[in-house]
């Protein structure tokens, strides 16, 4: 399985409107894109390291192979109605920077 996580800050005084608008996006995604497993999407509530820069939205995909995350990535719906809210070269573009880290799970559980 390969996990992808998105970390997304938002443009400082992002309306409410458009933070919810790709937060539907984000959790329509699954329904739209095939391959994905599980999914989630939550808030960043990590009060730990105050004045480090507030990564707002978490978004987490789950994927069988690397194929599948590949099709996700590429898929229509990814390109032509999410990636517009996170491309810096888009009118459409709400955040400010997002960081994108994808990994191999193991069982660890097997391990144990």
């Not at 608008?21 to 989630?40: D, F, H, N, R, Y």
């Not at 996700?72 to 999410?82: A, G, L, Y």
Request: aromatic share 10%.
């Amino acid at each position: 399985m390969f996990v992808r996580i998105q970390l997304i800050m938002l443009k400082e005084a992002t309306p409410e409107e458009q933070t919810s608008a790709i937060e539907q996006v984000l959790t329509t995604m699954p329904e739209k894109i095939p391959g994905v497993v599980t999914w989630s999407i939550g808030h960043n509530i990590n009060p730990m390291f105050p004045g480090d820069p507030l990564y707002q939205i978490i978004w987490q995909t789950t994927h069988a192979s690397l194929r599948d995350l590949q099709v996700f990535n590429t898929h229509d719906f990814h390109r032509e109605i999410v990636w517009p809210y996170l491309n810096k070269d888009d009118q459409r573009c709400i955040v400010q920077h997002h960081f994108t880290v994808i990994y191999e799970t193991s069982n660890l559980e097997a391990n144990i």
